[in-house]
């Protein structure tokens, strides 16, 4: 685009001539809206969408950041702390050194790699999936239980990127351009 930078640090944008924070995404919540969008038009390749299901009884949303390539978010803990989990969106990523186990989420493959059991219980947790993968990352410290861990598996879903093509297409009449949608043009 005319006018603005290519050099900008990730996080900053131009506006006016000042470089300005970005603001501050919504986690997406699973269903059809503005974040679940948003994270379907940052990695278009992706069948599957990490969301916020449900959140137990402890937990809060830490955060979120969408942009081109990625889609990120993260849960506190009120025993855990903050950032216990990230759960990020790409394209691909690299299972090497994981395990794989069998999947709990229809659809995807599942690997493991335990990064960490003392003093403080570290995990990366990778779903893969047509076009994406969903990265895990678990740090619960020491004070606290790694059962945490299994209390957050229930916050997170993976939601088909389908639901999200159908209901554009449905109730706008446009296209989510990427895997399911052919883009006009």
Do not use: N
Request: overall charge positive; glycine content about 10%.
């Amino acid at each position: 685009m005319r006018g603005c930078p290519a050099d900008l640090p990730p996080g900053l944008a131009v506006r006016k001539g000042r470089r300005q924070r970005r603001p501050t995404a919504y986690a997406p919540s699973c269903g059809t809206g503005h974040s679940m969008i948003l994270s379907a038009q940052a990695v278009p390749s992706a069948a599957m969408l990490p969301c916020i299901a449900a959140l137990p009884s402890g937990w809060s949303i830490g955060g979120a950041d969408i942009s081109s390539g990625k889609a990120s978010l993260q849960l506190d803990s009120d025993r855990a702390g903050p950032r216990a989990v990230t759960v990020t969106l790409t394209a691909t990523c690299a299972t090497s050194g994981a395990r794989q186990i069998p999947s709990d989420q229809p659809g995807t493959r599942r690997f493991e790699q335990p990064l960490s059991l003392a003093p403080q219980f570290s995990e990366l947790r990778f779903y893969t999936f047509p076009g994406g993968c969903a990265t895990y990352q678990f740090r619960i410290p020491p004070d606290a239980s790694p059962v945490l861990a299994v209390a957050a598996d229930s916050a997170v879903a993976l939601m088909p990127r389908s639901t999200l093509v159908a209901y554009i297409r449905h109730s706008e009449g446009l296209a989510l351009c990427g895997r399911g949608a052919a883009c006009p043009g």
